[in-house]
């Protein structure tokens, strides 16, 4: 066995895929609302026996490492060596020397000696001494958080960490720039941070996927870019789904069952300071889709504490509707005596605890913000209110929670409840009008090949698969599969049915070629009605049977029909003869057939 195989065969899909998202038991498999597109009726399916997944509504499916790599968006290397290190099996260095693998950990080490470098620079030279002033002095930053957070200082120097690479540790070029750590510029190989404060990036596997650099004294006319920058785009950094601080507070976050999203990594520092361990930053203006999927891991209730300014609030909205989405429990905090965590901690430590404590839920903080910035006794300050509070409670999930809402602010407005819901149907055909109508993906495929891959699936997740294989075979006698893989796989179990009455599905597998696993193990986790009885089951079976030779038998007869028009055109009477007696024979078949099935 060799050691993909291995480690496949230690790992437990149903126990991997459970610490990312919730299964429901269904019968002998597993169902879960799917991770990887929005639905609402989970159609994603998980085998114990075959060590499979596929999802019914976006096609997705395979094993372990194909749900990790979907999940973790990871290459195969990446994802073997996490589920082998969970599986207690030892790789060989071999399988982690080529390929885009090995660029990421390239990355991965270039990105810890610049962290190196970085804290070596404020810690320890006289480079830094002016950014460890203000860290301590103006930030309140003391040794401790600035070894817990491994903050750093990249010099004024153009090339000073670019040279130390290639001079020093050998690096290529290519290398500093595919990490984003360094760039061309005239022929010269310049460092991307300088004279900043360094925030080393990690992810939750504690990988340094990058950095953020803060200006401590901003050049005139601003040549070196704002106050914040960040590692550009690479194959491990992707800004939209980072966070500052994650990595040392996934546990606090897990332990709590919270967490706190704040936008800066002073805030963050700040809060831990404090002993608040659970927040961390987002790398951006409000939490996207991929941020809350990582989040979800963790918990599914959340405080935004973000800053008390405009943008702070629109913020709060934007990321309001991908929370609401994906069913979190949402509060904002809201920070006294400063514009940000940062600042209201400085000021009045004592005040922000008790913020914290009386956070309130995103909807109060909605209805109470609008209240407070319109006039309500004026028609325009109502309509006003309506056009900022109902798109918001529109998209409320729980139904319970937004008749509450909309019923309060029919009350403070004067207004009737079903006023309200009016207007949100104007809102929700504006919606439609404006936005381009994406129906939801159909079968397309004709009735014949879908009722020819339930059949298939009624055979193999029955408990009694040869004897319900016997009864669709005696229904099908001449008939022809217009699905190939399928036709395939029933001659298959006709040869394994002539030598076994068991059905052993990991033993069939293995018999199958390779083509037509995919289509065998769609058939296996095809979701099924409720039937109680074997009885029922066969009873399914052989309607689905027989139902796929009545739609055979009618396709034929539709194509001797037109081979006769065409005979008789021809003056051929022998052979008109011969499809009229063939025809009239189907005819009678076909009428047995259908009072059968009726």
């Known amino acids: 066995m060799d050691q993909v195989a291995q480690v496949r065969e230690k790992i437990d899909l149903v126990s991997l895929i459970q610490e990312y998202i919730p299964l429901k038991k269904a019968g002998r498999n597993f169902k879960a609302v799917c991770p990887f597109h929005n639905e609402k009726t989970p159609s994603f399916v998980i085998s114990p026996e075959r060590q499979i997944w596929h999802c019914f509504g976006c096609q997705k499916g395979g094993d372990c490492f194909t749900f990790l790599m979907e999940y973790e968006k990871l290459e195969f290397p990446e994802a073997l060596r996490t589920l082998a290190k969970k599986a207690g099996v030892e790789l060989k260095e071999s399988f982690f020397q080529t390929g885009l693998s090995s660029k990421k950990d390239k990355i991965y080490a270039l990105n810890r000696l610049a962290l190196d470098f970085y804290h070596y620079v404020l810690t320890k030279h006289k480079a830094g001494k002016k950014a460890l002033s203000y860290l301590e002095n103006t930030r309140k930053i003391d040794n401790k958080l600035i070894e817990t957070f491994a903050l750093g200082f990249s010099p004024k120097e153009g090339n000073a960490l670019s040279n130390f690479l290639v001079a020093k540790k050998k690096y290529q070029k290519g290398d500093l ?129 973000l800053d008390q300014d405009v943008a702070g609030s629109q913020a709060t909205k934007r990321s309001f509707l991908v929370l609401e989405e994906k069913g979190f429990a949402t509060t904002v905090v809201l920070t006294p005596n400063g514009k940000d965590p940062d600042e209201a901690i400085k000021n009045d430590p004592i005040a922000f605890k008790k913020a914290l404590k009386s956070d309130i839920s995103i909807y109060d903080y909605f209805f109470s913000n609008a209240f407070s910035s ?101 229904s099908l006698k001449d008939y022809k599969f217009r699905t190939a893989s399928i036709e395939k796989i029933i001659g298959f179990l006709n040869i394994y049915f002539k030598t076994h009455r068991q059905f052993d599905v990991k033993q069939f597998s293995n018999v199958l070629p390779q083509e037509l696993l995919k289509t065998f193990d769609i058939c296996f986790l095809l979701p099924m009605p409720k039937l109680l009885e074997e009885e029922e089951y066969r009873d399914e079976a052989q309607k689905a049977a027989k139902e796929l030779r009545l739609l055979f038998l009618k396709d034929k007869i539709k194509f001797l029909s037109q081979d006769l028009k065409n005979k008789e055109k021809d003056q051929k009477p022998e052979e008109i003869k011969k499809l009229e007696e063939e025809l009239s024979e189907l005819i009678h078949l076909l009428s047995t057939s259908s009072s059968v099935i009726q």
Not at 419 to 433: D, N, P, Q
């Open 177 to 305: 720039i595919e990490a984003g750590i360094s760039f061309e510029y005239r022929g010269q190989l310049m460092d991307f941070f300088r004279n900043r404060v360094m925030f080393p990036l990690f992810d939750h596997r504690n990988n340094i996927v990058g950095f953020s650099g803060r200006v401590i004294d901003p050049p005139a006319g601003g040549s070196e870019g704002g106050k914040y920058i960040n590692t550009r785009e690479t194959l491990v950094y992707h800004k939209g789904g980072m966070f500052f601080g994650l990595n040392t507070a996934k546990e606090e976050i897990k332990k709590l069952d919270k967490v706190i999203v704040t936008e800066g990594e002073l805030d963050v520092i700040s809060m831990f300071s404090q002993g608040y361990k659970n927040a961390i930053a987002i790398k951006g203006t409000a939490l996207t889709e991929d941020q809350a999927n990582l989040l979800a891991r963790f918990t599914k209730n959340i405080a935004l504490c």
């Open 374 to 474: 319109f006039d309500k006794e004026t028609t325009s300050g109502t309509r006003k209110i309506t056009e900022e509070l109902l798109p918001i409670f529109m998209q409320i999930g729980n139904e319970v929670v937004k008749e509450h809402f909309l019923k309060k602010l029919a009350k403070e407005l004067n207004t009737s409840y079903e006023s309200l819901l009016r207007e949100i149907e104007k809102i929700e055909k504006k919606e439609i009008a404006k936005d381009e109508i994406i129906l939801p993906t159909k079968d397309k495929r004709e009735r014949t090949e879908i009722l020819e891959e339930y059949l298939l699936a009624l055979i193999i997740q029955s408990e009694n698969p040869a004897e319900i294989f016997e009864y669709a075979k005696e």
